[in-house]
Nanobody, 117 residues
Framework: QAQLVESGGGLVQAGGRLRLSCTAS????????MRWYRQAPGKQRELVAA???????QYADSVKGRFTISRDSVKKSLFLQMNSLKPEDTATYYC???????????WGQGTQVTVSS
């Protein structure tokens, strides 16, 4: 019953922006620690951004200065603001909630981001 539901993907031109959302449902999911991953065809899934329990964030070098990860604990939602998009950002983006000692991990269903040149 617990799940992560993503939205916000789409087609944009290079230099454009998108805001991805990931909303958690179910009491078994905590969004204190969350990750955004992406996977392009023929490539490995890569970590894009992370937010830690203390609120600190980390970003892949390829997106630093352009992407921002944030969360809304009341709405139990995770966001990825993507600015100055490049064609190489084209991928399916997945939110991820790591498991704890007593919970399993959860993946969002993925949302497609396509950036045209």
């Amino acid at each position: 019953q617990a799940q992560l539901v993503e939205s916000g993907g789409g087609l944009v031109q290079a230099g454009g922006r998108l805001r991805l959302s990931c909303t958690a449902s179910g009491s078994s999911i905590s969004i204190n620690v969350m990750r955004w991953y992406r996977q392009a065809p023929g490539k490995q899934r890569e970590l894009v951004a992370a937010i830690n329990s203390d609120g600190t964030t980390q970003y892949a070098d390829s997106v630093k200065g352009r992407f921002t990860i944030s969360r809304d604990s009341v709405k139990k939602s995770l966001f990825l603001q993507m600015n100055s998009l490049k064609p190489e950002d084209t991928a399916t983006y997945y939110c991820y909630c790591p498991g704890t000692g007593t919970t399993v991990s959860y993946w969002g269903q993925g949302t497609q981001v396509t950036v045209s040149s």
